[in-house]
């Protein structure tokens, strides 16, 4: 693929100076590693992209429930397929993007769980790829460009917390997609296809805006140096077009819901919910968690802000210094420090990383003639210690929800209801609906979530009770009408791990 705008990357000329007075070495010919690398076309990059991000990810696809959000997904989308109301039969505190992809992987077929792992780290491999195909745009060599969607990779499947099929991994897709057109040579109709690409992104998750904020910031400081000509009149259409395609999405969402009779409840979760959503800022635990980042990124980090505030090339310091910088104020502002957030933050690193050649931060030293032993070394490592996390924590850790769902299976008849404080995902493994629409369990146990969605515990608790389940997976305290309803009418049936009991409502001659 040709590069995009060259003036897009700016380069020193040997000899010239600039405040630090440096002037680059000769250009070095490629090891031969690099040099089969510059060949490959892109078909074999996005199958190399496909192929490391499965195989980084494989040990987890099995264990049943990872992270709360993508088990409750996996509902939401099942009861949706069934003809349930969003926001009326279930109701989340997601934009209804996400639940739409789940819809579409749910109707694949196959088993829940797995098929959902495989398709987010396929959509993980894709991502990288468009970063691939964004850095060639900007205007590195293929070898280079290759770190940009490896690092993306890396970054993305060597912590516990990073397995789950969440939120943050579909949305970056469409950040990168939106990045691909944005760095694309000057067409009239690119403004619309970024800014939809972000607007696809923000009806899975509000927080993408920030990201089209920045490319747009950057695209006002240097417009010119794109291709466009930076008039007023210029860079008012570009914004009008990027504001028309970002709004269509959600647009057409919004006019879904006006239609079907619900859109004060789609209001309310929209407009009225994120305001209540957030919670207090603090100042430790926000430098704790950017810290934290810092930290599990270490080596990625150090290169980007050697790149910012070293690099030769100042249009990415730029970028880098605008992206970086709005998704942390999205990511630290809310209050809500959960780690896949983190993930927002990986699209702008891992393109940063394609400049790490960069002979201004004098980091090709360490690896010249060393590539053909160094970079496979370093990449067996990171697979090595992936696949020992994820063997710990979903091979070697007793997998309680699966037993549950086994133990369950026969023991129900087809029209038995169940009730769960435990884990959400056995209403899917045993095909039964919840029996409230609340269905990420924090949202009636967070008191922080009730005040800000509104609930009624007490009631949605009677009415949970009122249906009198034949069988209830608890763990620990549960609510005490759900508590009440156990002692006056149930049995313990049998104990999981600690504190997870299977009780079954015993029959009026037992009682």
Not at 40 to 63: D, T
Not at 65 to 72: A, G, K, N, R
Not at 314 to 326: D, F, H, K, N, S
Request: include cysteine.
């Amino acid at each position: 693929m040709s590069p995009g705008p060259t003036l897009l990357v700016q380069r020193h000329v040997p000899g010239a100076r600039n405040k630090r007075n440096f002037t680059p070495a000769e250009p070095m010919s490629d090891p031969p590693i690099i040099s089969r690398i510059q060949r490959l076309p892109p078909g074999a990059w996005l199958g190399l992209f496909l192929i490391l991000a499965v195989a980084l990810r494989a040990l987890s696809f099995g264990y049943s429930v990872i992270d709360h959000d993508e088990s409750t997904y996996i509902v939401i989308a099942r009861e949706l397929l069934q003809g349930k109301i969003f926001y009326i039969d279930v109701w989340d505190t997601k934009p209804p993007g996400i639940f739409l992809i789940f819809m579409g992987i749910l109707k694949l077929g196959g088993p829940l769980v797995p098929m959902v792992r495989l398709t987010a780290a396929l959509v993980i491999g894709i991502s990288a790829f468009l970063l691939y195909l964004s850095a060639l745009r900007w205007g590195h060599k293929r070898a280079a460009a290759a770190l940009a969607g490896f690092s993306y990779i890396l970054m993305t499947s060597v912590h516990e917390w990073n397995f789950a099929a969440n939120s943050e991994i579909f949305f970056n897709f469409f950040t990168v997609l939106g990045l691909w057109f944005f760095l694309a040579r000057p067409r009239t109709y690119l403004p619309f296809l970024t800014g939809l690409a972000f607007g696809l992104g923000f009806i899975i998750k509000f927080y993408v805006l920030f990201d089209l904020f920045a490319l747009w910031l950057f695209h006002l400081f240097t417009a010119k140096g794109r291709g466009y000509s930076g008039s007023p009149g210029s860079l008012a259409k570009y914004s009008l077009g990027m504001a028309l395609g970002f709004l269509l999405p959600f647009s057409v969402l919004m006019a879904y819901f006006a239609s079907a009779g619900l859109f004060p409840e789609f209001r309310f979760a929209t407009f009225g919910l994120p305001g209540n959503y957030v919670s207090p800022f603090r100042i430790q635990r926000a430098l704790g968690f950017f810290s934290e980042f810092h930290l599990v990124y270490l080596p990625f980090a150090i290169t980007a802000l050697l790149l910012i505030f070293r690099g030769s090339d100042r249009r990415l310091a730029l970028l880098g210094t605008l992206w970086m910088g709005m998704v942390w104020i999205i990511v630290i502002l809310p209050g809500k420090y959960f780690h896949h957030y983190y993930f927002q933050l990986l699209p702008p690193l891992a393109f940063l990383m394609a400049a790490a050649p960069d002979p201004a931060i004098r980091m090709s030293k360490l690896f010249a003639g060393r590539a053909r032993t160094v970079l496979p070394i370093m990449l067996a490592l990171v697979i090595a210690w992936s696949l020992s996390l994820q063997y710990r924590k979903y091979i070697a850790r007793t997998d309680h929800p699966r037993e549950i769902a086994a133990y369950l299976e026969h023991r129900m008849s087809p029209q038995d209801k169940l009730y769960t404080n435990y884990a959400t995902i056995l209403y899917a493994s045993l095909q039964r609906s919840p029996l409230h629409r609340y269905v990420h369990p924090t949202l009636i146990t967070d008191k922080n979530h009730v005040k800000a969605v509104g609930i009624n515990v007490p009631l949605v608790m009677q009415n949970v009770t009122g249906q009198r389940p034949e069988w209830l997976v608890i763990r620990g305290n549960p609510h005490h009408i759900i508590q009440e309803y156990i002692q006056q009418q149930c049995s313990p049936e049998k104990e999981f791990g600690k504190d997870i009991t299977v009780y079954h409502r015993r029959s009026p001659s037992a009682r």
